[in-house]
C-alpha cells in the first residue's frame, strides 16, 4: 500500500482507509455522473456515501484531489480491462486496431458511468480561478501510442501505404473519446453495435489496396 504523510511522519494507508477511499472514489464517479461535476459537492458525495464531509477531507485534500484519484482509477481500470483484450487478438495490424476499438467502446459499455464522469470533468472542471483542474494528457498520450502502432503495422505492409498515422490516430481518437458524451444524453446507446462499426469504419479506411 502507499505510505503518506500525516503530521511529519509518514505511515503505511490501512485496509479500511483504503476501501473507504476506494468507496469516496465510486460514490464520487455516480454523483458526478448523474448530476454533473458542478452539483457534485463534497457534501452531497458524502450524504449519498452515508458519511460525513469530514470523513471525505480526511481522505483527500478537497474535490480537486479527489477528481485526481477519480481519474487515476478510471484509467487503471480501462487499462486493467482493454489490455489483455487488445494482447489476445491475432497480432496483425487490422485485428489489433479492431481489438482496440472494440476493446474502448466494450469498457464504455461496462462502466457507463465512469464515462460519464470522465467526460463531465473534461468539461466543467475548473479551480477557483477558472482553470482546469482536469489533467488530459493522458488522451494524448493515448493518440501518440495508437499513432506507433499504426505507422509499425504500416510499415509492414498490414495496412495501406500513403495515409498519415498521426491524422489516423486522432481520428479514431476523437471518435472513441465522443462517446461518453453520447451515453449520456442516450443511455440506451448500443456500445456494441457502435464499436462494431467503428472498427469497420476504420478497418476499410486502412485496408491495403483501399482507396
Known amino acids: 500500500m502507499r505510505s503518506e504523510t500525516t503530521g511529519g511522519a509518514a505511515r503505511e ?12 472514489v465510486a460514490v464520487a464517479i455516480d454523483t458526478i455522473a448523474e448530476l ?22 480526511y481522505h483527500f485534500a478537497g474535490k480537486d484531489d479527489l477528481v485526481r484519484e477519480l481519474v487515476r482509477e478510471v ?13 489476445a487478438a491475432e497480432q496483425t495490424g487490422p485485428a489489433m486496431l479492431r481489438a482496440y476499438i472494440e476493446a474502448n467502446l466494450a469498457f464504455m459499455g461496462e ?23 482536469f489533467d488530459t494528457s493522458f488522451v494524448q498520450a493515448g493518440v501518440t501510442a495508437l499513432r506507433e502502432l499504426l505507422a509499425r503495422f504500416q510499415d509492414l505492409g498490414e495496412f495501406r501505404p500513403g495515409f498519415d498515422p498521426a491524422v489516423a490516430a486522432a481520428a479514431i ?3 472513441i473519446d ?23 469504419l476504420f478497418d476499410l479506411a486502412t485496408r491495403p489496396g483501399s482507396a
Do not use: W
Request: hydrophobic share 45%.
Open 111 to 133: 462502466y457507463r458511468n465512469h464515462m460519464i464522469a470522465m467526460a463531465e470533468m473534461a468539461r466543467s472542471a475548473r479551480d477557483a480561478d477558472g482553470n482546469r483542474t
Open 13 to 24: 494507508r490501512t485496509f479500511i482507509e483504503t476501501a473507504r477511499r476506494a468507496q469516496i
Open 173 to 175: 481518437r476523437a471518435a
Open 75 to 87: 484509467l487503471a481500470q480501462a487499462e486493467g480491462y482493454m489490455r489483455p483484450r487488445i494482447a
Open 36 to 57: 454533473g461535476y458542478a452539483q457534485a459537492s463534497l457534501a452531497r458525495i458524502a450524504g449519498r456515501a452515508g458519511i460525513s464531509k469530514g470523513v471525505i477531507l
Open 178 to 200: 465522443a462517446v461518453p458524451a453520447r451515453l449520456a444524453a442516450d443511455p440506451g446507446l448500443d456500445l456494441d453495435h457502435y464499436g462494431r462499426e467503428l472498427a469497420d
